[in-house]
């Protein structure tokens, strides 16, 4: 079993609409969960770390359940430029990451 | 904007060559990763740094060796290069925010695309 799984792509939405991403991770000891997004063929950048409390940043929502080990990303009003790969990240003790093998969005006029 | 390069960003090369892949940051982070990537598939973690002189291999196995002689400077070599090893490398690195709570964030290279013939 993966140590972070996440929803298999690609999602097709029309722009406005409201898309979710899941994430589960199995390592009961991650200590801190981020978003990441990913261009074609970029490299990966920060979208936003996820607390327990949950967090929003704009058109983004992210959410976690550590109970669950789940994980979660909201996005509204989608956008043309939201198109990417989105990564779900975990680290464990020392800093390490554990990168989910991503869902990829476009989102189409 | 992260302050981190990789050279170079795209490198064709034959079978059986040596090569070296450089990344270097300019933000004085302790850490440095080695990550392999390929084509629509997740990231591994191949080498990882905590600081000068420290060097530890990552998840994923990998015949490459790293070095780290410079707080700055995290070079990846191939001894031997073989087709199998045709993959995006990206090199990230990170440091531990100003407060307790915060944990750390990578910041990645632009990577470099390797094609072995």
């Known amino acids: 079993r993966k140590e972070v799984e996440q929803d298999p792509g690609p999602f097709n939405v029309p722009e406005g609409a409201t898309v979710a991403f899941n994430c589960t991770y199995s390592?009961?000891?991650?200590?801190?969960f981020f978003w990441y997004r990913q261009d074609c063929r970029k490299e990966p950048k920060l979208l936003m770390s996820?607390?327990?409390s949950g967090n929003e940043d704009g058109r983004f929502t992210a959410q976690l359940n550590r109970a669950s080990q789940y994980i979660s990303l909201l996005i509204r009003d989608s956008k043309l430029s939201d198109s990417a790969t989105y990564l779900c990240?975990?680290?464990?003790?020392?800093?390490?990451?554990?990168f989910g093998q991503g869902t990829e969005l476009s989102v189409k006029p | 904007e992260a302050d981190i390069y990789q050279t170079p960003r795209y490198l064709v090369i034959g079978t059986g060559k040596k090569i070296t892949l450089e990344c270097s940051q300019t933000m004085g982070h302790d850490k440095m990763y080695w990550y392999q990537q390929d084509p629509g598939m997740e990231l591994h973690l191949i080498h990882y740094s905590y600081g000068v002189n420290s060097t530890e291999k990552g998840d994923l196995s990998s015949e490459s060796t790293v070095s780290r002689i410079r707080t700055e400077h995290f070079p990846l070599t191939l001894e031997s290069a073989r087709p199998s090893h045709t993959s995006q490398y990206l090199c990230?690195?990170?440091?531990?925010?100003?407060?307790?709570?915060?944990?750390?964030?990578?910041?990645f290279g632009p990577g470099t695309r390797l094609t072995v013939l």
């Open positions: 996820v607390y327990s």
């Open positions: 390592n009961s000891a991650s200590q801190s």
């Open positions: 990230a690195s990170s440091d531990r925010g100003q407060f307790l709570t915060s944990t750390d964030t990578q910041y």
């Open positions: 990240v975990v680290t464990l003790n020392g800093g390490k990451l554990i």
